[in-house]
């Protein structure tokens, strides 16, 4: 099943519009995805109108925590933590059907367990049916403003992936709908999850922390870095199997290491310049080496610095999830050496602020 499936009639024209046209062989794909967007369409408009009938009711929400860094750096191991505390987060229901994840949701929940992957495309994570996902997924199939776009489309890689992710070249109208979309999402999510704090990862906010912070000015945000010599060489292997799994157009012309690196520079840079604008009790900086050797100090450490509660009644909860993936087996990648000499001339700063050196190398 494409991810694409859970998307609307409009969300898809539009892309598709944007996108160049797809080669004859993606066709029946598309045509796939098409009829069971337009299946779904009157159902869709009911459970539209029942959202905002509970949510004119609702009250406020709470404000989210956000997890941000950019992809591969612990985003999503940080994430599968958390929430064994009580925080609401996105199902595979809510990324796969994201328009109909209250009413008809509920009917196809036991299809789409069976249609899950055993483990994610990227790596060797389980998926199960509480898996918490990102919401990027759910987003890209309700907004033509989504950088996976353009791993469906690579035709149009770059025009997706740098309004999807930095907003290039839209107007204030477009990117006030994304925020409208994105909103009423997270308001639809927070009903699904029993009106529960809400816990997003998404790698793709690490560069709109501003806008968060403005359309949840109590939000909490967590930044998780890794070296950037192991984020690298993870970008290469995500790309080339997202691209493997979704592509409906080829990509042999996308230049995977230029995209890693100049993306990187651009989301870094982005929080940079925004991360002083959040107020410090409300922001807290992790290291994933740090996460990684000692998890439990950096999550009280979390809690105590975001202000969270709960930390004491969920540490059973955690110190079991992380028992339960001490035999976790990492991708394991090669560290050629025209790899790390274009880290090390493109990405210096960074592995200089960290003192991050190559993987498999001791210190001078």
């Known amino acids: 099943m494409h991810a694409m499936t859970g998307s609307n009639v409009r969300t898809l024209t539009s892309v598709v519009a944007q996108s160049g046209g797809l080669p004859v062989s993606s066709w029946p794909a598309m045509a796939g995805i098409l009829a069971a967007a337009a299946a779904r369409t009157p159902f869709s408009a009911v459970e539209k109108a029942y959202t905002r009938a509970r949510l004119a009711d609702a009250g406020d929400m709470p404000p989210p925590v956000f997890i941000v860094g950019h992809w591969r750096s612990g985003t999503t191991h940080l994430y599968n933590v958390m929430v064994q505390d009580d925080f609401g987060f996105v199902p595979p229901v809510a990324t796969g059907l994201p328009w109909d994840m209250l009413l008809l949701g509920r009917a196809f929940k036991p299809l789409i367990d069976r249609a899950l992957p055993e483990t994610r495309y990227i790596d060797n994570i389980p998926v199960k049916p509480d898996?918490?996902?990102?919401?990027?997924?759910?987003?890209?199939?309700?907004?033509?403003?989504?950088?996976?776009?353009?791993?469906?489309?690579?035709?149009?890689?770059?025009?997706?992936?740098?309004?999807?992710?930095f907003f290039d070249g839209c107007t204030e109208q477009e990117i006030a709908d994304w925020q409208e979309t994105f909103t009423y999402f997270l308001r639809k999510l927070w009903l699904q999850q029993g009106r529960k704090r809400l816990l997003i990862k998404n790698p793709v906010y690490t560069s709109r922390v501003a806008m968060l912070h403005a359309l949840y000015p109590d939000a909490r945000f967590i930044h998780i870095q890794r070296n950037p010599y192991e984020v690298f060489e993870s970008m290469r292997n995500f790309y080339?199997?997202?691209?493997?799994?979704?592509?409906?157009?080829?990509?042999?012309?996308?230049?995977?290491?230029?995209?890693?690196?100049?993306?990187?520079?651009?989301?870094?840079?982005?929080?940079?310049?925004?991360?002083?604008?959040?107020?410090?009790?409300?922001?807290?900086?992790?290291?994933?080496?740090?996460?990684?050797?000692?998890?439990?100090?950096e999550l009280r450490r979390i809690y105590a610095q975001l202000q969270l509660p709960g930390f004491d009644a969920a540490l059973p909860r955690f110190e079991a999830y992380l028992a339960s993936v001490a035999g976790f087996e990492k991708n394991r990648f090669a560290y050629s050496d025209r790899s790390a000499a274009l880290v090390e001339a493109r990405l210096r700063p960074y592995l200089e602020r960290g003192g991050y050196q190559r993987p498999g190398r001791k210190a001078a």
């Open 131 to 165: 898996s918490p996902q990102e919401d990027e997924i759910a987003l890209a199939n309700m907004s033509p403003l989504s950088f996976y776009h353009g791993i469906y489309f690579p035709k149009a890689f770059e025009h997706h992936l740098n309004r999807g992710l």
């Open 240 to 297: 080339a199997r997202l691209f493997k799994q979704f592509a409906l157009q080829p990509y042999d012309h996308v230049d995977i290491d230029e995209v890693v690196v100049s993306t990187y520079v651009r989301l870094m840079g982005r929080i940079d310049a925004e991360w002083p604008s959040i107020p410090p009790a409300q922001r807290v900086d992790v290291a994933y080496e740090d996460l990684d050797r000692a998890p439990l100090d």
